[in-house]
């Protein structure tokens, strides 16, 4: 054949490709799923292929599987996981594919094929994607020439396509994107939850303008339980957390911060830090970056973490092992109406604690103790001894009154001068260890109440006020024996004649 009639026949060919393109889409193609993705989203990715449904224009890292699905659905797919799995029934644990095939019809018939790394571990996310598109081994050559040439035009999907979505190529977009999913006002909560009538505006904003510019000012959000959720949306995820009151955390000397990690869909590593108020588990700080970009930060302003109503307090543990990751345990502070066993889990807490945390969460738990008063006992209607009583009993529970050697702890109250019934109650516990047992140790009574005048005087007025009161009662009543004990102990010190 004659180069001409080559040419011809090249033409004719890529004439009939074009007309049979333009069939088969006005065939095949279906409309983008409106709603099911963030319009932020493909504002960053505008510039990435509309193909296979247009999955590279609005998959992030992080993205729910229930919403990937739902999209590529209304674009013609049907999802199933990779080997015997279901997708319905008991939950998920660990990585698997899903898979995601759609039909083409006609004489270019072929699938195309989405397979999705979804993170069950983490209320299943997607991870990673890839598309691909194959004609069946029947195909002729002539098919095979026209689809190629339809690939080459930019007329057809490509063959393979590795996809990227949402492109996080700076620590700024990166913060930006983790300021906005934490936003108790953002996207989440305004057009997918429903809640906010001002979503058509938004929508509107985010469509022409992407993600939103980062705040001035301290930006509201909830709890670090909230944040970490909403973080798993865009694909950061706390490293090596092993049961849910435990937190990976890294000591810094500008505080304590808990750490996100993941990649971008390109396996662009991402890294976001939080610092925490570690008294009431509220973060006031975000600080995105990426590996060798310098960090951007954004101030925060959070809301303590609650259980049930009460404070929760975020301890550093001391290290197991020097070469492992640091590690904090939520601690739930009890309140006024405790029953008791709280202040035991704060003991043993106390005795995990950090060196660098310790001091300030003893003293942190003292404050509380004393911060715990009843209305009743508010309203001074418990005689003094009863409530230095009580907190003793507290701190027992604690074990606070082993925790610091005699020494140490002389040298802790002087810091408690104006609270006189904690120092009481401080000697008492660690003097007198058990309560029912009224045997009082000497040595540190000289050291905690005979050196202190203030609380030597305070039971010394006590036992000479309830001493009459006491007096019907039979010699072997309790009652009457820890005061007798109180009343020896004093004399012995020398503050009682």
């Known amino acids: 054949m004659s180069i001409v009639g080559r040419f011809l026949v090249a033409a004719v060919v890529a004439a009939l490709a074009w007309l049979t393109w333009g069939w088969y889409e006005s065939r095949q193609s279906l409309p983008a799923a409106a709603g099911m993705s963030d319009p932020a989203i493909e504002f960053h990715a505008r510039d990435h292929g509309r193909d296979y449904g247009g999955i590279d224009r609005w998959a992030h890292a992080g993205m729910d599987v ?7 659905l209304q674009a013609g797919y049907r999802c199933e996981l990779a080997g015997d799995l ?3 029934g008991a939950p998920l644990s660990g990585r698997y594919p899903l898979e995601c095939r759609q039909d083409v019809q006609g004489w270019l018939a072929r699938q195309r094929l989405i397979k ?3 993170d069950y571990d983490h209320g299943g996310r997607l991870l990673s994607a890839e598309a691909r598109s194959d004609l069946p081994g029947s195909a002729g050559t002539l098919q ?10 930019g007329r057809a ?3 393979s396509l590795k996809i990227t979505g949402l492109p996080v190529d700076s620590s700024e977009l990166l913060a930006r994107l983790a300021a906005d999913a934490i936003n108790p006002d953002g996207w989440t909560v305004s057009c997918i939850a429903g809640e906010n009538p001002g979503c058509p ?5 985010r469509r022409n303008e992407g993600l939103p510019p980062l705040p001035q000012q301290p930006l509201p959000v909830r709890d670090l339980d909230m944040i970490g959720g909403a973080l798993g949306g865009i694909g950061l995820v706390p490293p090596g957390a092993a049961r849910a009151d435990i937190v990976p955390v890294r000591l810094a000397g500008d505080g304590l911060w808990t750490e996100y990690r993941g990649s971008s869909l390109s396996g662009q590593a991402m890294k976001l830090s939080l610092r925490v108020n570690w008294e009431d588990g509220s973060s006031d700080r975000l600080r995105a970056q990426l590996e060798q970009v310098p960090a951007v930060d954004v101030p925060l302003k959070g809301q303590p973490r609650l259980s049930s109503g009460q404070s929760m307090v975020l301890v550093p543990l001391r290290p197991d092992d020097a070469a492992g990751p640091a590690m904090a345990k939520w601690l739930v502070v009890p309140g006024p109406a405790h029953d008791g066993q709280e202040w035991e ?5 106390l005795q995990r604690a950090h060196a660098d945390y310790a001091p300030r969460l003893l003293r942190f738990l003292l404050a509380r103790m004393l911060s715990n008063r009843t209305p009743d006992e508010a309203l001074d209607l418990y005689p003094p001894l009863a409530l230095v009583e009580a907190l003793a009993q507290d701190m027992r529970k604690a074990q606070l009154n082993t925790y610091l050697p005699i020494a140490d702890a002389v040298a802790l109250m002087k810091g408690y001068g104006e609270q006189t019934t904690l120092r009481a109650a401080w000697a008492l516990a660690t003097c007198q260890p058990d309560q029912y047992v009224p045997k009082i140790d000497d040595t540190c009574w000289q050291q905690l109440v005979v050196a202190d005048p203030g609380v030597s005087r305070l039971f010394v007025d006590e036992l000479q006020r309830i001493k009459p009161i006491y007096a019907p009662l039979p010699l072997e009543h309790p009652l009457r024996l820890r005061l007798w004990h109180l009343e020896q102990a004093l004399r012995k010190g020398g503050v009682l004649h």
């Open 66 to 72: 229930s919403s990937l699905r739902s999209r590529l």
């Open 86 to 88: 279901q997708l319905e």
């Open 116 to 118: 999705a790394m979804i």
């Open 144 to 153: 095979k020439a026209v689809l190629g040439l339809l690939r080459t035009l």
């Open 157 to 159: 999907e490509p063959e």
């Open 201 to 205: 505006a938004l929508l509107e904003a």
């Open 345 to 349: 889990w704060a003991g043993r807490d």
